[in-house]
């Protein structure tokens, strides 16, 4: 099982249409169907996945560990190339990079079950203000 966390908080997950092994897509002709959830490993770069945009109702990265952080980088330059789906976030993603996510373009993250025992709700409602606590608002602020 798995955790989906926004930010209101854990949430009941409402995609319910599976998602596809990004291998699967691109080697096969599910490219021509639209409206799937599409999982895409953190070795694959955002320009990659440009050719699916109009096919993928929502993209999945994932987070092997906790200390690699290629995912931010993907989504973020997901959203600077015209990505306006849901991005979600999967896998060891920590509390504490929840803010972060959120910067650079992801809408949700996935955690297991477990991960959501050891970082309860209220961990990650701490970081759900990451529109109002940051070091660039700051910055334009005060210039």
């Given at each position: 099982m798995a955790?989906?966390?926004n930010d209101t908080g854990f949430i009941t997950d409402d995609w319910t249409a599976g998602f596809r092994d990004w291998e699967a897509v691109t080697s096969s002709s599910y490219a021509t169907d639209a409206g799937y959830g599409l999982d895409v490993p953190n070795?694959?770069?955002a320009e990659q996945i440009k050719p699916y945009f109009?096919?993928?109702a929502?993209?999945?990265i994932d987070f092997p560990s906790s200390h690699d952080g290629r995912g931010f980088s993907i989504a973020r330059?997901?959203?600077l190339i015209g990505y306006t789906g849901r991005i979600r976030a999967h896998g060891a993603v920590l509390a504490?990079?929840?803010?972060?996510a959120r910067r650079s373009g992801f809408d949700e993250v996935e955690i297991s079950d477990a991960l959501a025992t050891r970082q309860p709700q209220e961990q990650w409602l701490y970081r759900a203000n990451w529109k109002d606590f940051n070091?660039?608002?700051r910055l334009r602020q005060s210039a």
């Open positions: 955790q989906l966390i070795t694959v770069g109009d096919q993928a929502i993209i999945r330059h997901l959203r504490d990079q929840y803010a972060m070091y660039q608002s």
